[in-house]
């Protein structure tokens, strides 16, 4: 079981251009996350999706649109890249959404928007 | 601004010390709280959590002490080891509405450990 999975490592990007980032869970989860890591701020939220065909706006969505068309994949897209999405995203899943579902983490997408 | 927050940005220890990462919070109605341990170049990944009917969790060389009268958080690991060497991160889970939980995190602690 491989659990979540995230892709490409590494990207770098001109700005401007779109561009999306894979996140596929095995854990038959029915909540999943996305979320950007910046030096000083920490993880924010940025879409989370409750079960597939749902997905809501988290603290940071401005520039970001994601889609779960099925359980497994969690797809996050740039439309048009700039530099301040410079970042570390990690993508999450939990079972439920719930008081006490714990989230569980992918290994990151580095992305660099020049 | 941060309803989660850690007192020490940093902490170092010496190898077989005890450390304890602290982490204060301001919402007393958070239900349920988590510390994670990333290290360099990978994911967040969970250690131990605690409810908020809890006031001590005890795991694999790690306990969780959770106050809720002054709404603090900390994490301490005992016999530390250079493995142990990684940011971590408290986060809290709370109700954002409609009984959507969404987790708030600290922005870290760097620990070393130093051989």
């Known amino acids: 079981i491989a659990g979540i999975t995230q892709a490409p490592t590494s990207q770098i990007l001109a700005a401007g251009r779109r561009m999306t980032l894979r996140c596929t869970q095995d854990m038959r989860h029915n909540a999943m996350y996305w979320y950007r890591q910046d030096l000083g701020l920490g993880l924010r939220l940025i879409h989370y999706s409750n079960t597939a065909g749902t997905t809501g706006k988290g603290e940071v969505p401005d520039g970001y649109s994601v889609s779960r068309a099925n359980t497994d994949d969690f797809p996050l897209t740039l439309a048009s890249a700039v530099p301040s999405q410079t970042s570390v995203y990690f993508c999450?899943?939990?079972?439920?959404?719930?008081?006490?579902?714990?989230?569980?983490f992918g290994p990151g997408t580095r992305l660099t928007v020049l | 601004g941060e309803s989660v927050g850690l007192h020490l940005p940093t902490l170092s220890v010496q190898e077989g010390d005890n450390s304890i990462i602290n982490c204060a919070y301001s919402n007393s109605a958070s239900d349920y709280f988590i510390w994670y341990k990333q290290e360099s170049g990978k994911g967040p990944q969970f250690i131990i959590d605690i409810r908020s009917n809890m006031d001590k969790r005890q795991g694999q060389r790690v306990t969780v002490l959770l106050n809720k009268t002054v709404k603090h958080l900390s994490l301490q690991i005992a016999a530390t080891q250079p493995g142990d060497s990684a940011v971590y991160f408290c986060a809290e889970n709370m109700d954002s509405g409609g009984s959507n939980y969404k987790l708030t995190f600290g922005k870290g602690t760097l620990l070393t450990v130093n051989p």
């Open positions: 999450a899943s939990s079972v439920g959404q719930g008081a006490v579902d714990t989230q569980y």
